[in-house]
């Protein structure tokens, strides 16, 4: 099993710009999160899935969209990149109440 | 409301002794209690977890315990080796009708050698 992936490890962005954080998990967790996490700080939830159809917000979703129309995919959409955004992205799944499981994150940077 | 509080923020320990870290949770319908190590650059990882019906479970050099009555939950490292140091997260994981994992705000461990 490859776990959680994440694509791009890396991705530098002018402001103003759109894109799209894609994350694969291939464990058939129905649950998966993007959390994104600041230099020393804690991580802080952004969007999350209880299901393939069914997303809803987390703590700071503005900025942000998803989608989840199969079980292992759950893309982030920056819609117009500021560079408040600059930050690392992580893709998590689980199922029930179980291990969630990071992918290896995405760093952006946001000029 | 859902918190969890985390303390303390960082933690400084010579090598060979031990370290704990303590988590507070909120919602009493939290029933699974994960920690999470993260190195630099790394994504956190599992190194132990707790289910609500089980006081203390230990492996190796690392212990947790649990208390539901105080909602109270801690981290014990024992033994602590360089490559301990890293951050550590601490969650409860709600069930009411779907799951929700609510992290602690993290404690930067340096194990002095």
């Known amino acids: 099993n490859a776990g959680v992936t994440q694509t791009p490890k890396f991705q530098v962005l002018k402001t103003g710009q759109s894109m799209t954080l894609q994350c694969a998990q291939d464990m058939n967790h129905e649950y998966m999160s993007w959390y994104r996490q600041d230099p020393g700080m804690g991580l802080r939830l952004i969007h999350y899935s209880v299901g393939a159809g069914i997303t809803d917000q987390g703590e700071v979703p503005n900025g942000y969209n998803v989608s989840r129309s199969t079980t292992e995919d759950f893309p982030l959409r920056l819609l117009s990149a500021a560079p408040s955004q600059t930050s690392v992205y992580f893709c998590?799944?689980?199922?029930?109440?179980?291990?969630?499981?990071f992918g290896p994150g995405t760093r952006l940077t946001v000029l | 409301g859902e918190n969890v509080e985390q303390h303390p923020s960082t933690l400084s320990v010579q090598e060979g002794d031990s370290a704990v870290i303590k988590c507070t949770y909120s919602d009493s319908a939290s029933n699974y209690f994960p920690w999470y190590k993260q190195e630099l650059g790394k994504r956190p990882q599992l190194i132990i977890d707790?289910?609500?019906?089980?006081g203390e479970k230990k492996d190796q050099r690392i212990a947790v315990t649990l208390n539901k009555t105080a909602k109270h939950f801690s981290l014990h490292i024992t033994e602590t080796q360089p490559e301990d140091s890293a951050v550590y997260f601490c969650?409860?994981?709600?069930?009411?009708?779907?799951?929700?994992?609510?992290f602690g705000t993290g404690t930067r461990l340096k194990v002095l050698a």
């Open positions: 998590a799944s689980f199922s029930g109440g179980n291990i969630q499981f």
């Open positions: 707790i289910r609500s019906n089980v």
């Open positions: 969650a409860a994981v709600i069930h009411s009708g779907t799951y929700k994992y609510i």
